[in-house]
């Protein structure tokens, strides 16, 4: 069975500081990896998606994730918080049937 | 990339009446939707598998006679929360994949306030 699981509920960097947001999946199959980002009462936004081919994705914003066979993950960093980054975080997983999965997500707080 | 459109964004009604929420997908056809429930600072909870021409496959928990979910066609999916009550006040999100377009992420819309009073 699929699962997601993202560490840490609550993430606070200072503006500048490096963004690390914790993603970790459990399937006996490698699934197609997401991170999403939401703002106050908004839909969810695409940042990036691992699909099976490189290992290092690179997203909008800056943003970019490794995929981890090794260590079933797929955390989402980036070099240097922007106050506009301050939002909701969700990492999901999904095969090619139509159900996606899920983490927690992660709050985001940036410090000036 | 794909789009899926959501309406109402704000809906404030009064106890007992029914709200109906409209996801369509604007340049895709998606025979699969899917409809969460997101509660503050929460993740979304999916309430249900919309399937255009069938019934909707519900998940575990969620009142069938209370969200009505219909999928008349490739490019619409409504959810009509019946007879609401303060307690279904919440953020409600619909999504859909376009698998056939090659894309293998989901879509999601920009999501349903709720509001009942």
């Known amino acids: 069975a699929q699962s997601v699981t993202q560490l840490g509920s609550h993430v606070s960097v200072s503006e500048g500081a490096l963004v690390l947001l914790r993603c970790n999946y459990s399937?006996?199959?490698?699934?197609?990896l997401f991170w999403y980002v939401q703002y106050p009462n908004q839909g969810l936004q695409l940042l990036l998606k691992?699909?099976?081919?490189?290992?290092l994705v690179k997203g909008i914003n800056g943003f970019e994730a490794e995929f981890k066979k090794s260590e079933t993950s797929f955390h989402l960093t980036k070099p240097s918080a922007h106050m506009s980054d301050a939002a909701e975080y969700f990492c999901a997983a999904g095969l090619m049937g139509n159900q996606f999965y899920f983490g927690t997500g992660t709050s985001l707080t940036v410090i000036p | 990339g794909a789009v899926v459109s959501q309406h109402p964004s704000r809906v404030i009604c009064k106890s007992g009446t029914s709200v109906k929420i409209e996801c369509r997908s604007l340049?895709?056809?998606?025979?699969?939707m899917f409809w969460y429930r997101q509660f503050p600072k929460q993740s979304l909870m999916l309430m249900a598998t919309s399937n255009e021409g069938s019934k909707a496959t519900y998940e575990q928990g969620v009142e069938k006679d209370k969200f009505l979910i219909n999928h008349a066609s490739l490019t619409l999916s409504t959810l009509t929360v019946t007879s609401a009550h303060p307690e279904d006040s919440s953020f409600y999100i619909c999504?859909?994949?376009?698998?056939?377009?090659?894309?293998?992420?989901?879509?999601f819309g920009q999501g349903t306030r709720l509001t009942v009073v």
């Open positions: 340049d895709f056809q998606a025979t699969t």
């Open positions: 399937s006996s199959v490698p699934p197609y």
């Open positions: 691992y699909t099976s081919a490189a290992t």
């Open positions: 999504s859909a994949r376009d698998l056939a377009g090659g894309h293998t992420e989901a879509f």
